[in-house]
């Protein structure tokens, strides 16, 4: 476009040249050709992004050194279906299918109360030593689908699914909060659900689930100095803020959750649900 209209390369224009075009192709271009446009940046980005010289530039490490993994008795118990070659036969009570946030709690609850679990997962067990900090790496190894399923609508947004032991907590950044008090009243009023169905009557749910986790506020040390602009400007607006609550209580800010944590600081199920069951 920039060649048509300027006889050059985009990167050879002038800022307001630049601008200036920007601002013709975002008025003048179709639905399909942002999106054909979107499609075809992304994984440029996904390139660009996990260079080792754009790593050293912000001053991140490109790779995490390997953690030697240890190897606790239970996992005595996990069998590697990628390995098995002939029929095998499991006796149980309950099959749960998924080790994400919902399976790997259910199966904690039944098998305290003596019931014979069984867990059948999708994804690998990767255990910490594999966390390397590598977007390109987790979202191959980590990510449903490579981490490329959208929804489309004006915009494309990545809907990311974790496929793994632990699910989608291997892949969140640990954030953990409580439904509000408005969204159960909506519920009860939309859905007909009982009285049970409150801030009051799930509180202890909520305990009971913080406390395996070990929820607690964020470290204002690792906000760093976009919290306190976001402080003053909800100051300023009168609205009310606060470090999120996190279940990641040995956090040492490398901010690389979303590729697997690396420390074993975040209390994902892969390495708190899972193991106690």
């Known amino acids: 476009s920039a060649v048509l209209s300027h006889g050059k390369p985009f990167t050879r224009l002038a800022a307001q040249q630049q601008s200036e075009l920007l601002a013709r192709r975002e008025q003048s271009a179709s ?10 940046v992304i994984p440029l980005k996904w390139l660009h992004f996990d260079a080792p010289v754009m790593s050293d530039h912000v001053g991140c490490r490109y790779e995490l050194p390997r953690v030697p993994d240890e190897q606790p008795r239970w996992l005595s118990q996990v069998t590697n279906g990628r390995d098995v070659e002939e029929d095998l036969e499991l006796e ?3 099959v749960i299918i998924g080790t994400g946030a919902g399976g790997a709690a259910a199966a904690h609850e039944l098998a305290s109360r003596g019931r014979a ?6 994804g690998d067990y990767h255990r910490r030593g594999s966390f390397r900090g590598r977007p390109a790496q987790a979202n191959r190894n980590l990510y449903r689908d490579q981490a490329l399923t959208f929804s489309l609508g004006n915009v494309g947004i990545p809907v990311w699914a974790g496929r793994a032991v632990g699910g989608s907590t291997v892949i969140n950044s640990g954030t953990c909060y409580r439904a509000p008090e408005r969204v159960f009243a909506r519920w009860r009023r939309d859905f007909g659900l ?3 169905f409150s801030e009051t009557g799930l509180s202890p749910y909520y305990e009971r689930v913080e406390a395996m986790l070990q929820v607690a506020p964020a470290d204002p040390l690792y906000a760093g100095r976009i919290a306190k602009l976001i402080a003053k400007g909800a100051d300023h607006l009168g609205y009310t803020h606060g470090v999120l609550h996190r279940n990641a209580p040995g956090c040492d800010g490398q901010g690389v959750c979303c590729f697997g944590c690396p420390t074993g600081a975040k209390r994902s199920t892969d390495v708190s649900y899972i193991p106690e069951a």
Do not use: A, K
Request: glycine content about 4%; proline content about 0%.
């Open 194 to 196: 009982s009285s049970d």
């Open 92 to 94: 149980c009570e309950v």
């Open 117 to 122: 679990v069984l867990l059948l997962e999708e």
């Open 31 to 40: 639905y399909l050709e942002r999106t054909f446009l979107q499609g075809l």
